[in-house]
């Protein structure tokens, strides 16, 4: 079944120069169906338009043209059903773990009694039990990025969108946290849409990878993961794993050249 229906979707943005302003496209006619619990992996070059592909998703910017349908319905702003997860450190220093991950339900009223439950079994699920009462400065990064994502999954959401969510790990926290989320994901059965640069992160994770032009951003290729679920860190391992980061590497490559070749000409 398809929760998301992309189509036609274009973003321009002016920009203005020391002559007169221009018009850059930033996502071009792109077309893409997600099915409801699939997991999905979108890679490109810098500057392809991920994040604003992903922005768009979310409702948090209108698309120029074309139109993105969830559940059936055309989305027109933020919608209930979809939660976000940035790169960028995302918790509140002034809250402990608990008070993080309860913010959401609060916002929506809540019941304090029904969403401190519901937050502590969020808590559970993602590994900090014992860390409720402890301060963002008090937990590593993992840790941190961990509260982000108890804190969107105490939504509920049945889409959850996360922009390069572990961009600023180390490699080994990225494969743990990389492999506790399908353990997430494989118990709650969201979709999810997950944007990164690491290719290796890419084919790990997902069900299918979609590879992205430079800019202006467009579906390039899709690449579908074949590898047997559940997944471990182990997966790494194994040839055909090797073989599909090959495979995704040589559709991203070109774009990669282009993408720096525009930054040349531009700087």
């Given amino acids: 079944m398809t929760i998301i229906e992309i189509r036609n979707l274009t973003k321009n943005y002016v920009v203005n120069s020391a002559r007169c302003p221009q018009v850059v496209a930033a996502v071009k006619e792109v077309n893409l169906s997600i099915r409801q619990g699939e997991f999905l992996a979108i890679i490109g070059p810098s500057g392809c338009g991920k994040s604003t592909l992903l922005n768009m998703i979310g409702g948090l910017i209108s698309p120029s043209a074309g139109e993105i349908?969830?559940?059936?319905?055309?989305?027109?702003?933020?919608?209930?059903k979809i939660t976000m997860v940035f790169q960028e450190m995302s918790v509140f220093p002034w809250r402990t773990v608990l008070e993080n991950v309860e913010f959401g339900l609060e916002v929506r009223g809540i019941d304090k009694k029904v969403r401190r439950?519901?937050?502590?079994?969020?808590?559970?699920?993602?590994?900090?039990?014992?860390?409720e009462d402890r301060y963002p400065h008090e937990l590593s990064g993992g840790m941190n990025q961990r509260v982000a994502i108890a804190r969107a999954l105490a939504l509920e959401p049945h889409i959850l969108l996360m922009d390069?969510?572990?961009?600023?790990?180390?490699?080994?926290?990225?494969?743990?946290?990389?492999?506790?989320?399908?353990?997430?994901?494989?118990?709650?059965?969201?979709?999810?849409?997950?944007?990164?640069?690491?290719?290796?992160?890419?084919?790990?994770?997902?069900?299918?990878?979609?590879?992205?032009?430079?800019?202006?951003?467009?579906?390039?290729?899709?690449?579908?993961?074949?590898?047997?679920r559940p997944r471990d860190t182990s997966v790494i391992t194994r040839p055909e794993f090797t073989a599909l980061v090959g495979k995704v590497w040589a559709e991203l490559k070109e774009e990669s050249l282009k993408a720096l070749f525009y930054e040349y000409i531009e700087g």
Wanted: charged content about 25%.
């Fill in 69 to 80: 349908m969830v559940e059936g319905e055309c989305l027109k702003g933020p919608h209930p």
């Fill in 164 to 228: 390069e969510p572990f961009g600023a790990l180390d490699e080994q926290t990225r494969l743990i946290l990389g492999e506790e989320l399908l353990r997430i994901w494989g118990e709650l059965g969201q979709t999810i849409i997950f944007i990164t640069h690491n290719i290796n992160e890419a084919v790990q994770l997902a069900d299918r990878v979609v590879v992205m032009s430079a800019r202006p951003g467009m579906v390039k290729k899709e690449v579908i993961v074949d590898l047997p």
């Fill in 117 to 131: 439950r519901k937050c502590q079994e969020v808590i559970n699920l993602v590994g900090l039990k014992g860390f």
